[in-house]
């Protein structure tokens, strides 16, 4: 199985602030690697698919880079809906793991 | 408007079945891979298997492999997940996830969940 690494587990960050998460893949996705946020007792809503690009209705502040075995999520400017867990998920080859999320929280 | 309602979770004990469902409507769901996808409090998300639109490829996680069956009735926009000997490890809130479909996947569309409890 494909084992995904997110670093850091838990970021603390202030509004207005430009963040940044990694995520590691044990072996090459290329670039079948998606992006998710979750908020507490909801369901994830998907940001980024295919490494980089912007799921419909998700805010231009919010990117995705990466390929092969490393991939970053980027978030240029904080906004105070955007305090959440954030995680990736690889679905290049089944199981299709996720990371162990990121809690990005209020400094 | 896309929504995904599941249902059949509760508390079942160790050993037990149950089968979870899922009610799509707002697109055409016959067109559309889908999973489960589990999620124990607190912890993380964990992918427990998908479905291709004729239902002819079906994948499975190793931790439910040869317990649960994912299966999908396409007349009736239903999704299901018939989970037979439970473990108390399988609790978690249950989630069915619309994939997004084209070349790359990913889950666009969620339910709220069901939760799953497996206890003496």
């Known amino acids: 199985d494909i084992q995904m690494t997110q670093s850091p587990s838990s970021l603390s960050a202030s509004v207005g602030d430009r963040v940044t998460i990694t995520c590691r893949a044990s072996q090459s996705v290329t670039t079948y690697l998606n992006w998710y946020q979750q908020k507490p007792g909801k369901a994830p809503k998907l940001l980024i698919y295919?490494?980089?690009s912007l799921q419909s209705g998700v805010p231009s502040r919010f990117s995705g880079s990466g390929s092969g075995t490393d991939f970053t999520l980027t978030i240029s400017s904080l906004q105070p809906e955007d305090f959440a867990t954030y995680c990736c998920?690889?679905?290049?080859?089944?199981?299709?793991?996720f990371g162990q999320g990121t809690d990005l929280e209020v400094k | 408007e896309v929504q995904l309602v599941e249902s059949g979770g509760g508390l079942v004990k160790p050993g037990g079945s149950l089968r979870l469902s899922c009610a799509a409507s707002?697109?055409?769901?016959?067109?559309?891979?889908m999973n489960w996808v589990r999620q124990a409090s607190g912890k993380g998300l964990e992918w427990v298997s998908s479905?291709?639109?004729?239902?002819?490829?079906?994948y499975y996680a190793d931790s439910v492999k040869g317990r649960f069956t994912i299966s999908r009735d396409n007349a009736r926009n239903s999704l299901n997940l018939q989970m037979n000997s439970l473990r108390v490890e399988d609790t978690a809130v249950y989630y069915c996830a619309r994939d997004r479909g084209g070349s790359y996947s990913g889950n666009d569309y969620w339910g709220r969940g069901t939760l799953v409890t497996v206890s003496a």
């Open positions: 295919a490494a980089s």
């Open positions: 707002g697109f055409t769901f016959n067109s559309y891979s």
């Open positions: 479905i291709n639109p004729s239902g002819s490829r079906i």
């Open positions: 998920q690889q679905t290049y080859i089944t199981p299709y793991t």
